[in-house]
């Protein structure tokens, strides 16, 4: 592992945040909805970049479950069912120094795509 590792992983559910605290002292708080249409699961990142699904319709979902994978990573169940792909360190590491520029990305794509955050 080249990145730092957590110290500790707090779940808000109330305002649907991840906070996710650094040995290094840097703290990152992941919006879930963020942490969803971003999961590393096949379902969501495809076999290759060209398979990425584009989630639409997830504003109001949260994380019910955070369960331990090891060492390394974590599992995130979410409200809407979701509950496969591992987030390691290094993944949330990156949501976290990455967030305002991948936000950006997912209102785009949504735009270009005709879709919303909004379900339904």
């Known amino acids: 592992m080249d990145k730092p590792a957590p110290t500790e992983i707090k779940l808000h559910q109330a305002s649907r945040l991840l906070e996710v605290a650094y040995e290094d002292g840097r703290t990152f708080k992941l919006p879930c909805e963020l942490l969803r249409v971003y999961s590393p699961s096949a379902e969501v ?8 699904v584009l989630v639409t319709g997830k504003e109001g979902v949260n994380i019910r479950e955070i369960q331990p994978v090891g060492n390394y ?3 995130l169940v979410f409200d ?3 509950d496969t792909g591992l987030y390691t360190w290094d993944y949330l590491r990156e949501l976290g120094e990455r967030r305002d520029e991948l936000w950006r990305e997912y209102l ?3 735009k270009a795509h005709g879709c919303a955050r909004q379900a339904g």
Do not use: Y
């Open 73 to 75: 990573a974590v599992k």
């Open 80 to 82: 809407d069912g979701h």
């Open 108 to 110: 785009d794509a949504l």
């Open 45 to 52: 990142q495809g076999h290759s970049p060209d398979q990425r």
